[in-house]
T-cell receptor
Framework: DSGVTQTPKHLITATGQRVTLRCSPR?????VYWYQQSLDQGLQFLIQ???????AKGNILERFSAQQFPDLHSELNLSSLELGDSALYFC?????????????FGSGTRLTVV | GQNIDQPTEMTATEGAIVQINCTYQ??????LFWYQQHAGEAPTFLSY????GLEEKGRFSSFLSRSKGYSYLLLKELQMKDSASYLC??????????FGGGTRLMVKP
């Protein structure tokens, strides 16, 4: 257990629908990052939050949005889903403790759009 | 930018040594990470280099040359379980990691 919790682990939904993916960061971590990984592709950065505020944005579609709540958990909302949105969605968190520079990843949510 | 380049696939034999190379753009560089990712699973941290030189950690070592924008991950005494993707990531400002496309390593008996 990495300490980063993502739910649900699997999600199957139809085109045009909307889903919400949830992430709870490792205890004490203030930053949350969302990544999309399509089949046999690399990790594509979507968005970063730090202590409730959006910090950086990557190649995130307008149909996608995210937020980080006061308890630091984050949600990624995907709407008007298309077949091409099928992918693994990873959340990662990082801390501000000296010497702790890397990301800790959750186990991911596998989204299948049919 | 921080474009990351690494080979798409490599094949090696059990018990052998393999070196996975990674090049990156040097502007804004603030550290180089290697992650291992088995199919369908989360990436897990392998190594971190911020100074030039070799960092050894058991069967895995990672090397960095900041002036050349170059790193490699060295895997010794390969085991079948080392078959995975290996992701090179460049850290920029604000602890942002930019990942390469990953190198899929297949270890054969």
């Amino acid at each position: 257990d990495s300490g980063v919790t993502q739910t649900p682990k699997h999600l199957i939904t139809a085109t045009g629908q909307r889903v919400t993916l949830r992430c709870s960061p490792r205890s004490g971590d203030l930053s949350v990052y969302w990544y999309q990984q399509s089949l046999d592709q690399g990790l594509q950065f979507l968005i970063q939050y730090y202590n409730g505020e959006e910090r950086a944005k990557g190649n995130i579609l307008e149909r996608f949005s995210a937020q980080q709540f006061p308890d630091l958990h984050s949600e990624l909302n995907l709407s008007s889903l298309e077949l091409g949105d099928s992918a693994l969605y990873f959340c990662a968190s990082s801390g501000q403790v000296e010497g702790d520079y890397g990301y800790t990843f959750g186990s991911g949510t596998r989204l299948t759009v049919v | 930018g921080q474009n990351i380049d690494q080979p798409t696939e490599m094949t090696a034999t059990e018990g052998a040594i393999v070196q996975i190379n990674c090049t990156y753009q040097t502007s804004g560089f603030n550290g180089l990470f290697w992650y291992q990712q088995h199919a369908g699973e989360a990436p897990t941290f392998l190594s971190y280099n911020v100074l030039d030189g070799l960092e050894e950690k058991g069967r895995f070592s990672s090397f960095l040359s900041r002036s050349k924008g170059y790193s490699y991950l060295l895997l010794k005494e390969l085991q079948m379980k080392d078959s995975a993707s290996y992701l090179c990531a460049n850290r920029g400002a604000g602890n942002m990691l930019t990942f390469g496309g990953g190198t899929r390593l297949m270890v054969k008996p």
